[in-house]
């Protein structure tokens, strides 16, 4: 069975911390993409990560693809409050059938 | 405007009623999807669609049929709505190999 697994599902941490959400992956697949829900919202598309080593940055989020290792981190750097989301990674599991396996998402609350 | 548009927003129906859920998008992509969250679940695919000939079930389709009026239109609909589809529903559009659009969401209360 395809399975995306994230870690932590909730966390709360102080601003001015760094942290790391972990995205781990049970099938082959070189493309990943991190997204971002703010509560009662629609989802927001993050990063695509296309091959195995990509890096992306945006502000004070980085994302990592390790295809070998099927593992994708999401690193936040000095968080600050507006970064309050529920992060959600998805694969791609490739093939004729374009699909995306989601993983039960990360409830991040940053405390001021 | 918004790429991705979802009608109703909310609705809140009683068990057994036929209802209809719409999206379009402007995108001009012809891959869609329809979606649904439930808390701690994270998102489960229901249908997906990469043209109007092509249709395909998603992981829980039972219950639920779909219908590709136009490159920019995909309705999701609801037979007989019972309880345990009271959800939160996406639609979702995308080129091939890329990022997912996501429209506003569709709160739905089955009674």
């Known amino acids: 069975e395809l399975k995306v697994e994230q870690n932590p599902l909730f966390l709360s941490m102080q601003e001015g911390k760094n942290y790391t959400i972990y995205c781990n992956y049970s099938?082959?697949?070189?493309?990943l993409y991190w997204y971002r829900q703010d509560p009662g919202k629609s989802l927001e598309s993050l990063f695509v990560?296309?091959?195995n080593g990509a890096v992306k940055q945006e502000g004070r989020l980085m994302a990592s693809l390790d295809t070998k290792a099927r593992l994708s981190t999401l690193h936040i750097t000095a968080a600050v409050h507006d970064l309050s989301a529920t992060y959600f990674c998805a694969v791609d599991i490739g093939g004729s059938n374009y699909q995306l396996i989601w993983g039960a998402g990360t409830k991040l609350i940053i405390k001021p | 405007d918004a790429d991705v548009t979802q009608t109703p927003r909310n609705r809140i129906t009683k068990t057994g009623k036929r209802i209809m859920l719409e999206c379009s998008q402007t995108k001009g992509h012809d891959r869609m999807y329809w979606y649904r969250q439930d808390p701690g679940l994270g998102l489960r695919l229901i249908y997906y669609?990469?043209?109007?000939?092509?249709?395909n079930k998603g992981e829980i389709s039972d219950g639920y049929s779909v219908s590709r009026q136009a490159q920019a239109k995909f309705s999701l609909s609801l037979e007989s709505a019972i309880p345990n589809q009271t959800a939160l529903y996406f639609c979702?559009?995308?080129?091939?190999?890329?990022?997912?659009?996501f429209g506003p969401g569709t709160r739905l209360t089955v009674l």
């Open positions: 099938t082959t697949s070189d493309r």
């Open positions: 990560l296309l091959s």
């Open positions: 669609s990469f043209d109007v000939k092509d249709i």
């Open positions: 979702a559009t995308s080129a091939p190999g890329d990022t997912q659009y």
